[in-house]
């Protein structure tokens, strides 16, 4: 009978020693795991600022290149980028033609001034219009490009490629990609 109590306490005593083992692992294991979500929420950066009817004009020896208006902009200096919505932007190419831009969202880089516009773009040149899912904008080089399906429209016209680059500077575009065609003859 002895034996039997000894074996029941010995038993007793495993049981509780494994369930605070279980319970201190447990509560490492939530400390741990709280401790990782606030050190990922830290490093989540937040907007600096949000500006309701953004605007920014960039210029190249006095000349205005282009000028850029959102419907909002919120602006993260930490990362030199502002993340924008309901874009509209006018560009001018060599001779001061104006190219439209529109498009859903964006993201400006603010140091170099290069932009992604995605979602419904719209490039209007006068006598033309090209349609994308995304496009890239490069400050320095001054040209538009794409890797998206594109169709650029015109007067009796239409073109369409996998992708697109459009230099600004020489009013010139280049399509690749499966090109199509369709033109009608004037009369």
């Given amino acids: 009978m002895k034996h039997r109590t000894r074996y029941k306490?010995?038993?007793?005593?495993?049981?509780?020693?494994i369930a605070v083992l279980l319970a201190t692992v447990f509560v490492r294991f939530r400390m741990q795991?709280?401790?990782?979500?606030?050190?990922?929420?830290?490093?989540?950066?937040?907007?600096?600022?949000?500006?309701?009817?953004?605007?920014?004009t960039a210029?190249?020896?006095?000349?205005?290149?282009?000028?850029?208006n959102a419907a909002t902009a919120e602006i993260?200096?930490?990362?030199?980028?502002?993340?924008?919505?309901d874009i509209e932007m006018t560009a001018f190419d060599s001779d001061g033609t104006e190219v439209k831009l529109f498009a859903?969202?964006?993201?400006?880089?603010?140091?170099?001034?290069?932009m992604t516009v995605e979602k419904s773009v719209?490039?209007?040149?006068?006598?033309?219009?090209?349609?994308?899912?995304?496009?890239?904008?490069?400050?320095?080089l001054h040209i538009l490009?794409?890797?998206?399906?594109?169709?650029?429209?015109g007067e009796n016209m239409?073109?369409?490629?996998d992708s697109a680059t459009v230099e600004l500077q020489k009013d010139q575009v280049t399509l690749e990609g499966h090109v199509k065609s369709w033109m009608d003859p004037v009369e």
């Fill in 33 to 56: 795991t709280d401790y990782e979500e606030q050190t990922e929420k830290k490093n989540t950066s937040e907007a600096a600022l949000t500006i309701n009817g953004f605007e920014h």
């Fill in 158 to 161: 239409r073109i369409s490629g």
């Fill in 9 to 17: 306490q010995a038993g007793l005593l495993a049981i509780v020693v």
């Fill in 76 to 85: 993260y200096s930490d990362q030199n980028k502002a993340v924008l919505t």
């Fill in 104 to 114: 859903d969202t964006g993201k400006l880089d603010t140091k170099t001034r290069d």
């Fill in 59 to 68: 210029t190249r020896d006095g000349k205005t290149e282009w000028v850029l």
């Fill in 145 to 153: 490009y794409t890797d998206q399906k594109v169709v650029i429209h």
């Fill in 122 to 140: 719209v490039a209007r040149y006068p006598g033309y219009e090209l349609r994308t899912e995304s496009l890239h904008y490069e400050h320095e």
